[in-house]
């Protein structure tokens, strides 16, 4: 779960995400040849999280689904994404009766519906939170959260989200992994009883074989040395390598301060090297293997 549960009643959060609409007489069945979610059988009102698919099996993007209206869906996905978002579903749209159009809202993490704003759905089901969802309004309301707070709230929720493993589009879905990366959350966004879509063959083949993906994402926690600090790596976005035995075994692709000195990451690990929990962090032309900067150690 990535919510803080922090806001009060009257507080609300901007965050980074982007709101897509596609709508006609053809949206049901044509989100359900796109998504790994079973969008067809999505209640009037509820929302799921789905993949999107490239054909060749990789992760494009991850979504939030609401069916607004029988007709009618609303996409949630980071605001980086949403250009290849609409152009991947707009790549299809052969005589199909449906439109995908980018909505101009913002999204905002809150308590409650904006009491001032214009109205246009929400985004919850317990991953951000117990108490706060994701409402979606075309101005900011009263009570939005900024200055300092702001990018403290904005820091625990990326640690939040470290934690809980969710990958971000600009970093862990970057690399080209496959649904296999996301190991137990898989089912989360799939659905294993739906028809085709998009990108499904390798999925299914690579779940009902057991087939370990070329990458898979684990969180770690961080230890660091006496000559760096997370702050420092974290503000510098210097790459940080995973080395086991002397040997690359992966990267860090996301790194957040936690305990003091110390904090959580995620690493994509190598299929090779996935026997192990322990590995060396090395900044690649600063330091080398025998001279880490820190360890780091999966979650289990």
């Known amino acids: 779960m990535v919510g803080l549960?922090?806001?009060?009643?009257?507080?609300?959060?901007?965050?980074?995400?982007?709101?897509?609409?596609?709508?006609?007489?053809?949206?049901?069945?044509?989100?359900?040849?796109?998504?790994?979610?079973?969008?067809?059988?999505?209640p009037l009102g509820d929302?799921?999280?789905?993949?999107?698919?490239?054909?060749?099996?990789?992760?494009?993007?991850?979504?939030?689904?609401?069916?607004?209206?029988?007709?009618?869906?609303?996409?949630?996905?980071?605001?980086?994404?949403?250009?290849?978002?609409?152009q991947r579903l707009k790549r299809y749209l052969i005589r199909t009766k449906a439109t995908v159009e980018v909505l101009d809202s913002f999204a905002l993490l809150g308590r409650r519906i904006p009491p001032e704003a214009p109205y246009l759905g929400h985004f919850s089901g317990g991953y951000f939170g117990f108490n706060e969802v994701i409402y979606l309004s075309k101005v900011e309301p009263e009570g939005m959260v900024?200055?300092?707070?702001?990018?403290?709230?904005?820091?625990?929720?990326?640690?939040?989200?470290?934690?809980s493993n969710f990958p971000s589009y600009t970093s862990e879905l970057s690399?080209?992994?496959?649904?296999?990366?996301?190991?137990?959350?898989?089912?989360?966004?799939?659905?294993?009883?739906?028809?085709?879509?998009?990108?499904?063959?390798?999925?299914?083949r690579m779940h009902s074989r057991a087939t370990a993906a070329p990458?898979?994402?684990?969180?770690?926690?961080?230890?660091?040395?006496?000559?760096?600090?997370?702050?420092?790596?974290?503000?510098s976005g210097a790459p940080l390598e995973l080395y086991r035995n002397g040997l690359l075994a992966g990267e860090v692709?996301?790194?957040?301060?936690?305990?003091?000195?110390?904090?959580?990451g995620i690493g994509a690990i190598k299929r090779s090297a996935t026997d192990s929990n322990f590995f060396d962090l090395v900044l690649p032309g600063i330091t080398d293997t025998d001279h880490p900067i820190g360890k780091a150690e999966i979650v289990d």
Not at 146 to 163: D, F, S, V, W, Y
Not at 178 to 190: C, H
Not at 253 to 264: H, I, K, Y
Request: with cysteine; charged share 25%; aromatic share 6%.
């Open 5 to 42: 549960n922090v806001l009060s009643e009257a507080e609300y959060l901007k965050l980074d995400y982007t709101a897509l609409e596609v709508a006609g007489p053809d949206a049901a069945g044509y989100l359900q040849g796109q998504l790994s979610q079973d969008v067809e059988d999505i």
């Open 47 to 86: 929302c799921s999280m789905s993949l999107l698919l490239a054909p060749t099996g990789k992760i494009t993007a991850i979504c939030w689904v609401l069916r607004e209206e029988a007709e009618k869906f609303v996409l949630l996905v980071e605001s980086a994404a949403v250009d290849e978002v609409q």
């Open 146 to 163: 900024i200055g300092e707070r702001e990018k403290r709230l904005i820091k625990a929720l990326e640690l939040q989200r470290i934690k």
């Open 175 to 204: 690399l080209g992994i496959f649904p296999g990366a996301l190991g137990e959350s898989l089912e989360l966004f799939v659905s294993f009883q739906k028809g085709c879509y998009v990108g499904q063959e390798l999925v299914e």
């Open 215 to 235: 990458i898979s994402l684990k969180v770690l926690t961080i230890e660091m040395g006496q000559n760096f600090t997370i702050a420092e790596v974290v503000s």
């Open 253 to 264: 692709t996301s790194l957040a301060e936690g305990e003091p000195g110390n904090g959580n």
